[in-house]
């Protein structure tokens, strides 16, 4: 089994992955409440849970993926009173809303994908194991958790409880006997959704749902739990105590992983603060493989800024992957020789070099630059042998950018031609148009002459050519990684 290292959370260091049950992996990733279109910082969250099952599922792990849906909340409420409608039928109606858009964005099915709604039966049954074990009480109908009997509330957040009740505002409930308790069941308002329960009609409090979908699905311990770094503290914190408050099986997680914020204007994008960019409208205008790339090309743990360096740097990196892959298509000839010999065992260094980043903690970017160091030397090879003789180099490095690289991050996987006319439209279009400028396929052929050029040493028509790339618009940049380009 490939030995991987995680970021834990809960003890802020870098940790070797041992699962409870060797060979068998299980993780549990916070889905979306279903109450509108989720935002492009929504996707990356998804997105990094989707490339944690697609690796640990190629590094040999039988792997139970649960993600869930909120859909009961009171946002929902709100949805519905604002459509004029129910709030179960907000909630599916944007569980397949968010679907599809998972679908857009190429994500794989998880093993099981809970509802709230569907596991109350669950929820009740795992509150009053928690007033059983004296964990929680109950005034008026309401359950609330006691933090005062779980000494080790704050180990995930790394605050201890003199410090979260300093800085948490006056909370107007008479009810708790703690400021910082919170509500496992709460009474319904007229009007909201509500079930029977030994306390009251009513509906669970937020944080439980996980820990009984959790519970029901994977058991009573979770090899890894995947959230935005927000969750930290108080959805994760909340599910530590209610968990192992109920069962007494310590840790409730092994491996607590939390993917960063996407921002915007280096604001945190989120819908209460109006500064978002809808998912839908980012796949639609520049499709999966731009936003894998730009959402997953950065480390998971890293913020991104959302602007168009960001953006310009994603189309770049796909425009150089998916040109190496049609050159490599493109190989003729009948076998490999010369220096193509030394290139397929230089593909299968990078495979491990890039296999060892993606184990180190998913250090993406370590392993798209592994990639990026390869496809330069494929563009050096190809600009000195441009008739090719290099099928098995060729086909060698197709499969590493769809295997090594898509295997994971769902990048490459494409056909090229397709691909790079796609990404032709979308230069055009963010720059209001065509209006007779360069294609990408007339620039690209520019680019591959003034390589060949250099490589020839004939330093004055790589000149000429550099030149006429700028009267027509196109700037060059010349970096270890080859040859960037972008519209004026």
């Known amino acids: 089994m490939r ?44 997105l990094v849970a989707d490339m944690f099952y697609r690796y640990f599922m190629r590094a040999g792990y039988e792997v139970v993926f649960v993600r869930n849906y909120t859909d009961v909340d009171d946002k929902i409420i ?13 909630a599916l109606k944007y569980t397949a809303e968010v679907e599809k858009d998972y679908k857009s964005a190429d994500m794989l099915e998880p093993t099981h994908k809970p509802a709230v709604t569907g596991h109350m039966p669950e929820i009740i049954a795992l509150v009053r194991k928690i007033i059983d074990n004296g964990k929680a009480y109950v005034v008026d109908g309401e359950v609330f958790f006691s933090i005062d009997a ?128 809808l998912a839908r409208d980012f796949l639609a205008r520049f499709g999966a493989a731009v936003a894998r790339y730009m959402l997953l090309g950065v ?23 998916y040109e190496a892959k049609a050159k490599a298509l493109a190989m003729a000839g009948v076998g490999t020789a010369g220096p193509w010999n030394d290139f397929v065992s230089a593909c299968d260094r990078t495979a491990a070099e890039m296999d060892d980043h993606f184990a180190n903690d998913f250090n993406t970017p370590g392993a798209l630059g592994a990639l990026f160091t390869l496809i330069r030397e494929f563009n050096r090879l190809a600009a000195l042998q441009p008739s090719g003789a290099g099928v098995d180099a060729g086909k060698r490095l197709v499969r590493l950018i769809e295997h090594d690289l898509g ?14 006319k796609e990404l032709d439209r979308i230069r055009a279009e963010r720059l209001g148009g065509a209006g007779g400028r360069m294609s990408v396929e007339e620039i690209q ?29 196109i700037v060059i940049k010349d970096s270890k990684d080859g040859t960037a380009w972008s519209y004026k």
């Open 299 to 321: 480390h998971y743990r890293s913020m991104i800024d959302f602007n168009d360096d960001t953006l310009e740097q994603a189309l770049t990196g796909i425009q150089r992957i």
């Open 78 to 90: 709100k949805k519905a009173l604002e459509e004029k409608t129910t709030a179960d039928a907000v």
């Open 150 to 277: 779980f000494p080790e509330y704050g180990k995930l957040s790394h605050k201890n409880l003199e410090d979260l009740e300093a800085g948490r505002r006056v909370d107007v409930n008479d009810k708790k006997r703690n400021p910082m308790d919170f509500s496992l069941w709460k009474p319904a308002k007229p009007g909201e959704p509500s079930w029977d329960s030994p306390w009251s009609r009513g509906r669970p409090g937020w944080h439980i749902e996980c820990s009984a979908m959790s519970s029901r699905w994977i058991g009573d311990r979770i090899d890894v739990h995947h959230g935005g770094e927000d969750l930290v503290f108080p959805h994760h914190e909340n599910e530590i105590a209610q968990s192992e408050a109920a069962s007494g099986v310590r840790p409730f997680v092994r491996y607590w992983m939390h993917s960063a914020f996407l921002t915007l204007a280096k604001e945190k994008m989120s819908k209460s603060l109006g500064n978002v960019f």
């Open 407 to 420: 295997g994971v991050l769902g990048v490459g996987l494409g056909d090229p031609a397709s691909m790079l």
């Open 445 to 473: 052929k520019l680019i591959d002459a003034r390589t060949a050029a250099r490589a020839a040493r004939d330093f004055a028509e790589a000149d000429r050519l550099r030149k006429e790339l700028d009267s027509r618009g």
């Open 3 to 46: 030995q991987i290292k995680v970021t834990n959370t809960l003890t802020g260091r870098k940790e070797p992955l041992e699962t409870v049950t060797p060979g068998r992996l299980t993780m549990y990733s916070c889905g979306p409440t279903v109450y509108g279109l989720i935002h492009i910082g929504n996707l990356r969250a998804a």
